[in-house]
């Protein structure tokens, strides 16, 4: 196996199999079968909303090079009259900068440093965007979800009601048979802002908003709360994993948000954070009432490092800043940048999806069943473990 793993990362540098799964099914025995937000996908492999799914051409790329899913870009939420009580979070910014950035002593990582916040062109054009995913969707070639920054009140307001239906029933007058999947973003520059300062007040949205959003959708709606990484400690991120029993799904954690120069960041600071307070988070079964999916996201750039995210009970995981790395940071030499990033993450011999679940097999954490090793075993078991 570990030869024939060596021979595939080499031979797929110039491209991969048109269905790399099924490749690694058949000669791995490995099934990487993925779940996100409810539904079943090939893998766990797929795209963090943001500035790589801004438009058509890029969810093309994404479905071609066989990404599992694709977040679109936050689109801030506006009533009928077209104002937005998030204003502050449509702002246009273009320059992102990809930088190495240090967590301790030894451990170099990537980040993507921009000052720019959500969705910043008319809410047609992102209609328009949501139709192009609909269809690559219904085609099964690339699942693609929609994000939404709604309005957060503060506590003692009122939520604006008129901005959630109007929003929610335009994404789905688009989007069309049920269900509507979508994220609700919580972002960092949100984590940064004085909204956040207060613990209640973030409390509340997280209880509420899945329900309002829920209310609002002329049709079945399933909805994945994407959890910022707030400025309080690791307990009160637990609280806020549990304050949202509502949602769907999780998505954990947003990218964290640094203060002193006012912008987010990702990095080894953001996978510690993030798996340290999954660790002590205690999954529920699936078997009960207020059980959530959880989807991984922050400093996904190995295959070792989504089964880190895996064994805490993640379905999937969500990349963003390994789609953006230099050329000369993949091995592959052919492809776009979802394509080389694939090959890396599931077919690197120490490194990959293939390599680490081969290894779990070999100290005993995996077992085959009917001859295959799952991947959605590994979440279960998180489960269990809870
Ligand atoms: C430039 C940039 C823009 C982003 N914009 C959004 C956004 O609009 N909505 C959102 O939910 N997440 C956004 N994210 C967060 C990513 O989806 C992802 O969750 C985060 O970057 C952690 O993953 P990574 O370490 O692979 O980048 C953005 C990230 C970056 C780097």
Request: hydrophobic letters at 40%.
């Amino acid at each position: 196996m570990r030869a024939r793993l060596e021979r595939d990362f080499d031979r797929f540098k110039r491209g991969l199999p048109r269905d790399f799964p099924a490749h690694v099914r058949e000669t791995y025995g490995i099934d990487l079968t993925a779940r996100y937000l409810g539904e079943l996908v090939p893998h766990p492999i797929g795209k963090g909303s943001g500035q790589l799914s801004l438009n058509p051409g890029q969810l093309d790329d994404d479905a071609a090079a066989g990404l599992a899913f694709a977040v679109l870009k936050t689109v801030i939420a506006e009533d009928a009259t077209g104002a937005q009580a998030m204003a502050a979070w449509a702002i246009h910014e273009t320059k992102m900068k990809v930088e190495r950035r240090r967590a301790g002593a030894d451990r170099e990582g990537w980040t993507v440093t921009w000052k720019g916040r959500g969705w910043d062109r008319p809410f047609g054009e992102y209609l328009a965007l949501l139709r192009a995913g609909r269809d690559l969707t219904r085609a099964g070639r690339l699942l693609v979800v929609p994000s939404v920054k709604y309005h957060l009140p503060r506590l003692a307001e009122p939520f604006r009601e008129d901005e959630y239906r109007h929003t929610t029933g335009l994404l789905a007058d688009a989007w069309g048979d049920p269900p509507l999947l979508l994220e609700k973003d919580f972002s960092p520059t949100l984590a940064g802002d004085e909204l956040a300062e207060d613990r209640a007040q973030i409390l509340r949205w997280l209880r509420e908003v899945p329900g309002r959003i829920r209310a609002a959708s002329p049709i079945p709606v399933r909805v994945a709360m994407k959890l910022m990484n707030a400025r309080f400690d690791d307990a009160f991120q637990v609280e806020m994993m549990n304050a949202t029993a509502e949602a769907d799904a999780l998505v954990c954690f947003n990218r964290l948000f640094d203060a002193e120069r006012g912008v987010a960041h990702g990095g080894w600071d953001l996978s510690d954070r993030n798996l340290r307070v999954l660790d002590s988070y205690r999954p529920l079964p699936p078997s009960t009432a207020s059980y959530r999916p959880l989807t991984g996201t922050g400093n996904v750039s190995s295959g070792r490092m989504i089964l880190e995210y895996a064994r805490r009970g993640c379905e999937s995981v969500q990349l963003h800043t390994f789609f953006q790395l230099p050329l000369s940071e993949y091995a592959a030499t052919h492809g776009t940048r979802p394509e080389r990033a694939l090959h890396a993450l599931v077919f690197h011999p120490q490194e990959g999806l293939i390599a680490g679940m081969l290894e779990l097999e070999a100290r005993r954490e995996l077992e085959r069943h009917d001859g295959e090793l799952r991947f959605l075993d590994l979440p279960a078991h998180a489960h269990r473990a809870g």
